[in-house]
């Protein structure tokens, strides 16, 4: 029985994931999402970013979608999956790679946070932006009827995660604003 398994490997061959060439586009790896709605959202995103924020810092005029979950070419790569991020490819033109497909309950909440990094997606690893990015997200589902309750629940004031201690910093910033302008 050994014998005949290690023959079915040798025939078969074993996959072997290689490192991504550099000339490969990370999007090209991943699955696009073309739901309609999900671009739409991005839209009305960009209106309420422009209306509300002054934003975006630098000309949005492209946004790619992808799950990053990966698609036939990025199968034969080593490289990530299940992330969320903003990432700009080239003037005006940025991905969106989102961790759950569309009809996952956190899909919008995603969604909108990483929209909220479209206001100035050049900056990385800060907590005030992540902050401002999950009230967007809020905002932004809140505005568009999809449901943000998810991560009310994933992320309650007490808790030690980093992203709901941005949330509930950037939440008290706010509230303090509103009644300095009063």
Avoid at 12 to 34: H, M, N, S, W
Wanted: hydrophobic share 35%; proline share 7%; with cysteine.
């Amino acid at each position: 029985m050994k014998r005949l398994l290690l023959l079915a490997v040798l025939l078969t061959g074993c996959q072997t994931l290689v490192d991504k060439p550099a000339e490969v586009p990370f999007r090209d790896c991943y699955v696009e999402i073309t739901d309609p709605q999900a671009h739409a959202f991005v839209r009305e995103a960009l209106t309420l970013l422009t209306e509300k924020y002054a934003g975006p810092r630098q000309p949005v005029e492209t946004v790619h979608l992808r799950t990053a979950r990966r698609n036939g070419l990025g199968r034969a790569y080593r490289i990530a999956e299940n992330f969320s991020k903003t990432e700009v490819i080239g003037p005006g033109e940025v991905v969106i790679y989102i961790a759950v497909p569309p009809g996952d309950n956190e899909f919008y909440p995603m969604l909108g946070h990483e929209c909220g990094h479209l206001l100035d997606p050049t900056i990385e690893g800060d907590w005030e932006m992540e902050g401002f990015c999950m009230i967007f997200s809020e905002e932004i589902c809140e505005r568009t009827g999809h449901s943000w309750a998810a991560w009310q629940r994933r992320y309650p004031r007490r808790s030690s995660d980093p992203y709901a201690k941005a949330y509930w910093k950037a939440k008290e910033a706010e509230r303090h604003r509103g009644t300095e302008d009063k």
